[in-house]
């Protein structure tokens, strides 16, 4: 069995800043909390970018090299650009980071889908910026659009790059979307296969779910992927056990789950990463660093980007 790696986001698009203080906004929080998540056990860190103010999600390759060259001076750990962004992004302000820094790793979306962050308004009330309350409510009407069409652009505009891809896979169908891809030649191997629970309009959390996941995953691609998954909320961990248990890989961090147990708020990513490494471990398991991980996914390695290292 190869080690697990372990990939952490660290702020994603997905909860409000009001929501906890913990999660980081600036440019200097996202570079402690990217160093601390790799210093605790992660090989990968997956980022976004947010607007130091308002906290709101912030596409522009000028808000990701605010801490970008920080990041890389400070750890080895693999670098990975979301370009998913936010769902009421179009999809070549997705892709602008990814086009401008050629990262080892960038996120890809594989199916349009309905994206309901709405339930959050149920336990979430109080709100510091204007933009979110009406950011949730507005997933109740929102289709998180990735088209055939938008999928075949990206690819094609990344191409260049040799940027490999976090494949993010919120159901069963998307499964079958990268196969789709793959057999049109789009795609090499070995595919980094995200599997995603707990999103509303995506697959549930029963364990059920994650070993269907993983037998329709193996069915299709062989030996010529690895398997990772994430947890929404409160089924993080649970979700990552599972995963280990298999034989996959895991993802953690602030983008995922705002918790490190019922109640409790994670106050900083690299508190999930230890968690998440003492299930790992208990499993009798080795975790990957980051060179480890590069070569179990065949990267390009961290000099062949154009992220540049702040002196």
């Not at 952490?8 to 402690?32: K, N, R």
């Not at 947010?50 to 000028?62: F, L, S, Y």
């Not at 938008?150 to 196969?179: K, M, P, V």
């Not at 995200?194 to 697959?203: D, H």
Request: glycine content about 8%.
């Amino acid at each position: 069995m190869s080690k697990v790696i372990i990939t952490c986001a660290v702020t994603g698009a997905i909860h409000t800043p009001s929501m906890s203080p913990y999660l980081p906004v600036t440019p200097q929080e996202i570079v402690d909390a990217a160093v601390g998540a790799a210093e605790a056990g992660a090989a990968i860190v997956h980022l976004h970018a947010r607007d130091p103010v308002t906290g709101k999600p912030d596409q522009t390759p000028e808000a990701f090299n605010k801490f970008l060259p920080q990041i890389k001076a400070r750890t080895n750990v693999v670098i990975n650009l979301t370009t998913g962004g936010s769902p009421f992004m179009s999809i070549d302000e997705r892709i602008a980071p990814a086009m401008h820094f050629s990262p080892e790793v960038a996120s890809m979306n594989m199916g349009s889908m309905n994206f309901g962050l709405y339930p959050m308004l149920e336990r979430f009330s109080n709100f510091n910026h204007d933009w979110e309350r009406p950011y949730l409510e507005k997933s109740k009407d929102l289709i998180f659009r990735n088209t055939f069409q938008d999928i075949e652009y990206e690819l094609q505009q990344l191409q260049s790059h040799r940027t490999r891809f976090e494949f993010e896979c919120y159901d069963i169908g998307h499964l079958y979307n990268l196969a789709h891809f793959a057999e049109r030649g789009l795609v090499k191997p070995p595919f980094f296969v995200q599997s995603v629970f707990g999103i509303l309009g995506g697959i549930g959390v029963h364990a059920e779910d994650v070993v269907h996941m993983r037998r329709t995953a193996d069915r299709l691609f062989g030996r010529d992927y690895q398997w990772s998954v994430l947890g929404a909320g409160r089924h993080q961990m649970r979700i990552a056990a599972l995963s280990a248990g298999m034989g996959g890989h895991v993802r953690v961090g602030l983008e995922d789950s705002l918790w490190l147990g019922k109640g409790k708020l994670a106050q900083s990513n690299a508190h999930q990463v230890k968690q998440v490494r003492q299930i790992i471990e208990g499993l009798g398991l080795e975790i990957a660093t980051p060179d480890e991980a590069r070569e179990i996914l065949q990267l390009k390695g961290a000099d062949q980007t154009h992220i540049k290292a702040a002196t």
